[in-house]
């Protein structure tokens, strides 16, 4: 996949939501008066109070590299600088690397039954 967002159409909440929904195991709810996304109750996604971005659980290395890579898709505030969360814009990311992103957040947090399986399912 490539680094850049050259070409990116972005992503609507829905699409989001969608890619979200479509993993075992997650449930949407809300964090902070927005929706939020959650695998056996441990939150991974939501939707930031802007409307216009997420705010996605990641580790500092895949922040770091995201925040470096595309600052217009990827970037933090000085809340979440100490956090393993990068902030995403929905209408700068291409859909295939927020599809990815997704799946790995998904992964770090849903338990490992749940990875079998979804391994399993997917031959």
């Avoid at 990827?74 to 700068?92: E, K, Q, S």
């Amino acid at each position: 996949m490539s680094d850049t967002t050259e070409g990116a159409t972005g992503v609507t909440f829905q699409q989001l939501r969608e890619y979200a929904l479509a993993l075992p195991g997650v449930e949407e709810g809300t964090s902070y008066g927005t929706p939020a996304f959650r695998v056996r109750g441990k939150f991974f996604i939501r939707l930031k109070e802007d409307g216009e971005s997420i705010v996605l659980k990641t580790d500092t290395y895949e922040r770091d590299h995201l925040l470096e890579s595309d600052p217009r898709a990827f970037f933090t505030t000085g809340h979440y600088r100490d956090y393993p969360i990068v902030l995403v814009r929905l209408a700068a990311v291409h859909p295939d690397r927020l599809r990815a992103l997704v799946l790995d957040s998904w992964r770090r947090h849903a338990p490992k039954r749940l990875l079998d399986e979804y391994e399993r399912a997917r031959g």
